[in-house]
């Protein structure tokens, strides 16, 4: 079923976009790949595969934490 990401998620996995995107394009420069259509797709993609997973980990630690909280605390 669908679900809401959480606000921490948003935040997290927008920063590490960001910053893989700035990294990747970087790396690519160093390495003298050519700018163009392929180089961009290529570092959207790896970008968006490291933001989904930093994702994922917030959300795998929110309910690591939330399921280890004494019972009759909310």
């Known amino acids: ?4 990401a959480s606000p921490a998620n948003i935040i997290i996995s927008t920063l590490v976009f960001f910053i893989a ?3 990747l394009r970087y790396y690519l420069e160093k390495q003298g790949l050519p700018k163009g259509m392929t180089r961009g797709t290529l570092i959207f993609a790896l970008a968006f595969l ?3 997973a930093s994702g994922e ?4 630690v929110q309910e690591k934490t ?4 004494p019972v009759g605390i909310e």
């Open 1 to 4: 079923m669908f679900t809401l």
């Open 21 to 23: 995107a700035r990294y």
């Open 50 to 52: 490291m933001s989904w």
């Open 57 to 60: 980990m917030v959300d795998w």
């Open 66 to 69: 939330a399921g280890s909280q």
